[in-house]
């Protein structure tokens, strides 16, 4: 039985303004509080309000159960990045979130300013008077991190719109440049012809008997200097537009130079920020955020975030301090109580350094590649989509590029773009935080040891741990390139993009993820802007498209009865009516791949069921033949994301 109808609401079509939701509430009442804090204390710096403001985010995420862990000898963040300004904050799709949401903002309750100061100050206590609590600190780094990664990517489009001017810039003084040098070839064979004519051929005269042919002669001559004159200071012109333009490029180029030192900028006051940041602290950010997964998938997480931790404690129990990658870089100039790494050769492993734990060596990462991965572990779980580069879903490149940026370093978008601009190191000599790109270069993630890869993939649509595949190649992301351009890849591969298995014919498993049907996690499916109705990721994009195109034809929204449904939602519609509802755990839509709709389409025949059947397939959905006027069980509501019955 369909649910009640809810039509969806197109983007374009304008709504009344909004309630304002608990978050927006929490985030004003968040403002309210940094503007007592700083009439209460006049003293603090624009850092320490920073810090304030992110650990406002710190104190409202829930901590988990168990006791407080001591922090480690050195501050979490020495230098605290400048706060910068977010406006426009608004709703967002799947693919995005507000500043709040991503800062953890949820009801906080009543905070006390005198608390607040406490968590912002050096040398912080909690209010009973013990250390502060290390996930509150593992929040509040992250919080910085993502702020100003989205301060950065702020600053990239800038830095993009003043390239595309710089080139805009050279093209018209190309252009102004071919001018001149068209009206200067005018202007000399010009002079040229008129050197070497005659007299008679430079005033030409009918007849020299004729009446009036000195007025003619004069005239003629006249006519000749004048366009003489004219091509001279077209050519005039010409260079005074030539000069323009070059003088248009000089401050084009200052400009984008400027962006681009601004960019270089940003990104070394993240690498300062990382830096800071005890092995302690970002032990604890990589388990923060995670979704679980499915049965095998989901203990295999869990076993990578717990030896990454354990690898960071045990560099924590040493007393080891993680190293700038711009310390690694002279394998004869290291930190104090570091040695190079070596080869099974014997030669210098780039990028990283050699300590000793106990009696035991142990490899020494730099901060920035700790940071990368810790924040790359606490996505574990979050939805793949194509295109997609966070924070809240992703695609494989789009993966890689969020998780190095918050290590601070800014990579392109794609597998083949970090390919070509990486510094390639041989397979054998893997390095925890290496890009691991599958045979065929299509498909990207994030070396974690053990043969294991993290990445967004198109084949289980989530973020999750896989093996390194036979035939992969792989680059070193906080290592100088060596300057000689890596070989490309190969075009192709055995799978499509980010993993994506190849199409077969005929119809495949709805199994995806891992998870069994109705059990799928609503963290990790993407909304419909209708309720609470939620789809797969990208089935939930074809959706949208599919609405946006039916409104175009009909004038009115595409109507949602039905979409994912969970196993207790299956339960409560067999037990109600056993005779209509699928048998618990068998729901076609309990793969997050199904809708129901109404709105006309629900009858079959029906000029709207017609469009659909028409035009669903451009979107990806089609409707079974069972659920067909005419079929087995009649259901024309009924559509499926591909076959899945």
């Given at each position: ?322 190293p700038a990658a711009a310390d690694l870089t002279d394998p004869a100039d290291l930190p104090e109580g570091l040695s190079p790494a070596l080869d099974a050769d014997g030669r210098p ?132 390139p060596t300057g000689t351009p890596n070989a490309a890849l190969p075009a192709g591969g055995p799978t499509g993009p980010c993993g994506a298995p190849l199409a077969t014919p005929g ?139």
């Amino acid at each position: 039985m369909p649910a009640p109808r809810t039509p969806v609401r197109s983007a374009a079509r304008p709504t009344p303004r909004p309630v304002v939701d608990a978050r927006e509430a929490q985030a004003l009442r968040e403002a309210i509080t940094l503007r007592q804090l700083a009439a209460a204390r006049p003293d603090l710096t624009p850092a320490q309000l920073a810090a304030a403001r992110a650990a406002l985010a710190a104190k409202a995420a829930p901590r988990p159960a168990g006791k407080r862990s001591p922090t480690t000898k050195r501050p979490a963040a020495k230098r605290p990045a400048a706060t910068r300004s977010r406006t426009g904050a608004g709703a967002t799709e799947r693919t995005g979130a507000r500043w709040s949401s991503r800062l953890g903002v949820v009801a906080l309750g009543t905070l006390l300013v005198p608390a607040l100061v406490t968590v912002v100050l050096p040398g912080a206590t909690t209010p009973s008077g013990g250390p502060l609590d290390v996930t509150a600190l593992a929040l509040t780094a992250r919080s910085s991190l993502l702020e100003a990664a989205d301060g950065y990517r702020a600053l990239e489009q800038t830095a993009a719109h003043r390239r595309d001017q710089l080139t805009e810039a050279r093209a018209a003084e190309q252009a102004a440049r071919d001018a001149v040098d068209d009206v200067q070839q005018a202007v000399g064979t010009s002079a040229a012809d008129l050197y070497r004519a005659t007299p008679a051929a430079r005033y030409p005269v009918p007849t020299l008997d004729a009446p009036g042919a000195g007025v003619l002669a004069q005239e003629l001559a006249a006519d000749a200097d004048q366009a003489v004159e004219a091509t001279v200071v077209r050519a005039e012109r010409t260079a005074a537009t030539l000069a323009d333009a070059e003088a248009r490029v000089d401050r084009a180029e200052a400009v984008a130079a400027d962006a681009d030192a601004e960019l270089a900028a940003a990104l070394d006051r993240m690498r300062a920020e990382v830096d800071d940041l005890s092995t302690e602290v970002t032990g604890r950010l990589a388990a923060l955020g995670t979704i679980p997964a499915a049965g095998q998938q989901q203990e295999r997480n869990q076993r990578a975030v717990a030896r990454w931790q354990g690898y960071l404690a045990e560099l924590t129990g040493a007393g080891v301090e993680l190293p700038a990658a711009a310390d690694l870089t002279d394998p004869a100039d290291l930190p104090e109580g570091l040695s190079p790494a070596l080869d099974a050769d014997g030669r210098p492993v780039p990028g990283v350094a050699w300590a000793v734990a106990g009696s035991s060596p142990v490899t020494v990462l730099p901060s920035e590649t700790v940071a990368a991965v810790s924040n790359a572990l606490s996505q574990l779980g979050k939805p793949y989509v194509a295109g997609a580069a966070g924070p809240e879903t992703y695609d494989c490149g789009g993966f890689t590029a969020a998780s190095w940026l918050l290590g601070g370093y800014a990579l392109p978008a794609t597998p083949q773009q970090q390919w070509a601009t990486g510094t390639a190191v041989p397979l054998d000599g893997l390095q925890i935080g290496d890009l691991v790109f599958s045979p065929g270069g299509q498909d990207v993630g994030m070396y974690l040891g053990d043969g294991d890869v993290l990445g967004a993939s198109a084949a289980t649509y989530q973020v999750g741990i896989r093996s390194v595949a036979a035939g992969s190649a792989a680059v070193r992301v906080p290592v100088a390139p060596t300057g000689t351009p890596n070989a490309a890849l190969p075009a192709g591969g055995p799978t499509g993009p980010c993993g994506a298995p190849l199409a077969t014919p005929g119809s495949g498993s709805p199994r995806w993820g891992g998870w069994d049907n109705g059990e799928i996690p609503t963290q990790a499916l993407c909304q419909l802007g209708v309720h609470r109705h939620a789809l797969r990721c990208d089935a939930a994009a074809g959706y949208a498209a599919m609405g946006e195109a039916y409104e175009a034809e009909f004038g009115t929204e595409l109507c949602l009865t039905d979409s994912y449904r969970s196993l207790a939602s299956q339960v409560d519609a067999f037990s109600r009516k056993p005779a209509l509802a699928a048998v618990p755990g068998t729901s076609n839509h309990g793969w997050a791949l199904a809708v129901d709709l109404c709105g006309g389409i629900h009858r079959g025949g029906s000029e709207q069921w017609r469009w659909m059947a028409a035009n669903a397939g451009r979107f990806g959905f089609v409707q079974p033949d069972w659920a067909s006027p005419g079929g087995e069980k009649p259901e024309p509501w009924h559509w499926e994301y591909g076959y899945i019955s």
